[in-house]
């Protein structure tokens, strides 16, 4: 399984970095554990891994942010040990984060310079400055003025400015973290000529995105990590990949269960399932493009896709959390526009993040103000809801969803990550939501209170409630929905009913945006969408 | 989590935004220069690019409100129109333009400074009594500076190992000044050694019958060197990128903390010298004096166009601030019938407008 392809494959040179047996913890976790990492000069590299993965960890051990417990890191053969970002930064290795780390209150140039600017009469050399920041932007191919403001630049080229600052250390290793999670195709296709120019310079470069595509086109290599290990390093075109994607969620086509489609058999009742919500053409530039989405009364769809495939930004805006900036939203045939939560909760749409310590539960208060806390938003601030309301609700819901301590005054920060999620789900449910919207209602919680989730979430939609469920987990998506819709770089690709459905197929749809020829009679999704109760 | 983050964000930044700055030297883009074919419509685009620039716009407005009071206090009041009375907003305020300039380090880092006022008062205090028990001016002054700049240095310290917000670190620091006043004397100890008289009686003849005070040659002087310092050092260049983002600054390799540390060093040492040069004005020390001077200071800056939560402004700003506070109070005093608390009304008014001013270009761009 970890076997390195690239051994048989000529190597040129020799490493410039090489990483071996590093083990990173933090308190409770092991984040990395023994993993190897090699960059050669003049190619491209990508590190692959879903969530936890260990990626961000094994780039700050390589810039200097963490310290390593085991290990060692050898930088164009000599052993290296970094204390700080600084002093990777001095040996050769730049790092251009995915948030723009530059100063949009100063100029292009001393964005490019500072720190390391050039001196004249014990000030700074202006002149020497600009000319040195025009000859770097210019070796980038860019047409910036170095005397203008940061902020008055695309995010784009602040980007490339960042990359311009990053190469003017003489850069050995460049490490791109997701640099084109904002940018447009035309923007990509900028980047991916300057990071061309420094390939052919001998600089390494490390580009880490959730895009495949983006991956397949400017990589030359790639280093797939799973829950802190290694699970290999390949050479892209050797890699297929259908095959990349399962390396990184860990499930091997063949050795699959077969999983029970209790889903399928809840059958919506058709003459009840007038749709209840339907999104058309709704996307948000950046974000996710414009896709089309009915749920029906009653109906679970499950989102499909890797992380930063779109699926949690097109769950917002169906929540109103974000706003839309195409197309349109129908609630019960009336056409709305969702400018905030609050509008999306008055039309009974709930939405649990899935960032459940933010943008969820407050911690420091109690379970029973946790659970009223929409409810009461809802009605309004000025109409209390009574104590013994209050109790009443927490109680019932303590109960129903069984969660423990059993104890409405206990300080919600203090249950584990399954009871924080149950509180937060009892808090939509208590607003009786028409349409529950779950982002990764499960992700960190133990088997026990997954298991109760997803029961839960049979027994609503068995009432009536229309729920959006999202999952990294491919059974658990197919266990729980009737429909499935697939999103690969923040395109719908599919949306199928969930009859013969198996992980096999969605990891295929996942990877490659079309269906393996030898599955089931699954044809390939183009822009139109299922039709409700279509095909059944 | 990041990504949800970066959405918002994206669409921001692909907004086109007009080119901004002096013409020439602002980011031009292809699409505004070239294609606004009339020589009038390029500078109209400019004029535009020059106001909703968060780095010039408020100073631009501060600047042409400026020339409009002053004139409409020439067309106004006979003997209004003239160099003397130009010279005067220097010559009452140059304690307040010291005050500002140290300010505006401060709130450039997107702190704020309110032992200021507190801290004039004191050294005049000091000053005061240690010219009563016959100290030389050549000992007390540098003993001054030196206080401050170190009460300046235990704030900042403060600020920055304790993590205290600089609201309240600095209003200790200004309880501290004011009670140690009292501590010193409870009453207005004036001051009648030679030298003090001398430098403020003495006025230097700029010819054509004009003249200034010592002091604000002094001020003038700060103002030079604080302009240099900031945007010719990488001190100074530092103390913008803290306040552009603290965190970038760091990640930059840039001298964060010090530097932090260093603005506070800097305001405590022009609040000794504007407590200096405020004696120098009125030949005593008092308990009382420069109430809320702080507050004076604040309004000069913001009103200079420097953004409250740092990044933006100049140093000459605050001057143009310090000179609009103080042509407000010369039309005032011109105008014989008005209680000088209409100053503070006005520049009540005055400072809610460039508080609206800021938000709207701050939101505009970002």
Request: glycine share 10%; hydrophobic share 45%; with cysteine.
């Amino acid at each position: 399984m970890s076997n390195v392809t690239s051994e048989n494959t000529a190597v040129p040179r020799s490493p410039v970095v090489e990483m071996r047996g590093i083990s990173i913890g933090f308190p409770g976790v092991k984040a990395l554990d023994g993993v190897d990492f090699r960059m050669f000069p003049g190619e491209v590299h990508s590190l692959m891994g879903e969530n936890g993965a260990g990626k961000s960890t094994l780039i700050k051990a390589l810039t200097g942010v963490y310290g390593i417990d085991a290990g060692t890191i050898t930088l164009s053969g000599a052993q290296v040990s970094f204390s700080g970002p600084a002093q990777a930064q001095a040996a050769g290795i730049s790092t251009v984060y995915q948030e723009v780390n530059l100063l949009p209150n100063l100029s292009v140039a001393e964005n490019i310079m500072l720190g390391r600017e050039p001196r004249r009469f014990g000030g700074i050399g202006w002149r020497a400055m600009r000319r040195r920041s025009a000859e770097l932007l210019a070796g980038l191919g860019l047409d910036v003025d170095p005397g203008s403001l940061l902020g008055d630049h695309s995010l784009a080229v602040q980007q490339l400015i960042a990359i311009a600052r990053a190469i003017d250390v003489n850069a050995k290793v460049l490490i791109l973290d997701e640099p084109t999670s904002s940018l447009d195709a035309d923007e990509v296709a900028e980047l991916f000529r300057v990071i061309r120019s420094l390939r052919d310079q001998d600089v390494a470069i490390l580009f880490v995105s959730h895009f495949l595509d983006q991956v397949y086109e400017i990589c030359d290599r790639l280093t797939v990590l799973r829950n802190g290990t290694l699970v290999g390093e390949y050479l892209v075109e050797e890699l297929l990949r259908i095959d990349l994607v399962q390396k990184m969620i860990g499930k091997e086509l063949t050795t699959l269960d077969d999983l029970e489609q209790r889903a399928h058999a809840v059958v919506v009742d058709e003459s009840d399932a007038a749709t209840f919500v339907s999104a058309s053409k709704l996307g948000r530039r950046g974000a996710i493009n414009p896709a089309d989405l009915p749920i029906a009364a009653g109906e679970v769809v499950g989102l499909a896709g890797l992380l930063g495939s779109g699926r949690t930004e097109f769950a917002r805006l169906l929540g109103g959390i974000d706003r839309a900036d195409t197309g349109e939203l129908t609630i019960r045939g009336e056409t709305v526009r969702l400018r905030t939560p609050r509008q999306a909760i008055a039309r009974r749409i709930a939405f649990s993040s899935e960032n459940r310590r933010d943008e969820g539960i407050v911690g420091d208060l109690t379970v029973r103000d946790n659970i009223v806390l929409a409810l009461q938003a809802d009605r309004g601030w000025f109409r209390p809801i009574p104590k013994k309301k209050q109790d009443e609700l927490a109680q019932s819901y303590i109960q129903a969803l069984n969660i423990r301590p059993g104890n409405p005054d206990a300080l919600v920060r203090n249950l584990s990550g399954g009871n924080q999620q149950k509180v937060l789900l009892a808090r939509w449910l208590a607003i009786a939501p028409r349409l529950l919207i779950l982002d990764e209602p499960t992700r960190g919680i133990d088997i026990g209170a997954k298991a109760e989730i997803q029961k839960l979430v049979f027994n609503l939609a068995e009432n009536g409630m229309s729920v959006l469920f999202i999952s990294a987990e491919l059974e658990e998506v197919l266990r729980l929905s009737h429909r499935v819709v697939v999103l690969r770089d923040r395109h719908v690709v599919a949306d199928l009913e969930n009859d013969g459905l198996t992980v096999d197929s969605l990891l295929t749809l996942i990877a490659d945006g079309r269906v393996a020829s030898d599955d089931e009679a699954l044809a390939e999704i183009e822009p139109t969408p299922t039709t409700q109760g279509g095909t059944r | 989590m990041t990504e949800l983050l970066d959405a918002p964000r994206r669409t921001d930044g692909r907004t086109p935004r007009p080119p901004h700055g002096p013409a020439g030297t602002g980011g031009r883009r292809p699409g505004w220069s070239g294609s606004s074919g009339s020589a009038l419509a390029r500078f109209g685009s400019a004029a535009l690019g020059l106001l909703t620039s968060p780095k010039y716009g408020p100073v631009t407005v501060t600047a042409v409100l400026f020339v409009a009071v002053f004139v409409v206090g020439g067309i106004r009041y006979r003997g209004f129109f003239s160099g003397q009375v130009f010279l005067n907003l220097f010559v009452d305020n140059a304690y307040l333009i010291v005050l500002a300039v140290g300010m505006t380090f401060v709130i450039l880092t997107g702190g704020i400074d309110l032992s200021v006022g507190a801290v004039v008062a004191l050294s005049g205090m000091i000053a005061a009594s240690l010219l009563q028990t016959g100290w030389s001016p050549a000992v007390v002054i540098p003993l001054i500076l030196v206080l401050t700049s170190v009460l300046g240095l235990l704030v900042g310290l403060m600020i920055h190992v304790f993590k205290v917000q600089p609201f309240i670190a600095t209003l200790a620091a200004m309880f501290l000044a004011r009670g140690l006043c009292y501590v010193i004397s409870q009453s207005s100890i004036s001051i009648v050694e030679p030298t003090f008289v001398q430098l403020a009686v003495s006025r230097i003849p700029l010819g054509g019958g004009l003249s200034v005070t010592p002091s604000v040659i002094i001020a003038l002087a700060v103002v030079a060197l604080a302009v240099w310092v900031l945007h010719a050092t990488r001190f100074g260049r530092t103390v913008y990128a803290i306040g552009g983002g603290e965190q970038s600054g760091l990640l930059m390799g840039l001298p964060v903390a010090r530097t932090k540390v260093l603005v506070y060093v800097i305001s405590g040492f022009c609040s000794g010298l504007a407590g200096v040069l405020f004696t120098f004005y009125t030949l005593s020390g008092y308990p009382l004096t420069a109430v809320g001077t702080e507050l004076d200071a604040i309004a000069a800056v913001v009103i200079g166009g420097t953004l409250l939560t740092g990044g933006y402004g100049f140093v000459l700003g605050s001057v143009l601030g310090v000179l609009v506070l103080g042509v407000i109070q010369t039309i005032i005093t011109f105008e014989g019938t008005l209680s000088s608390w209409w100053t503070k009304i006005f520049i009540g008014a005055l400072l809610l407008v460039f508080i609206i001013l800021q938000k709207v270009l701050t939101s505009r761009r970002r």
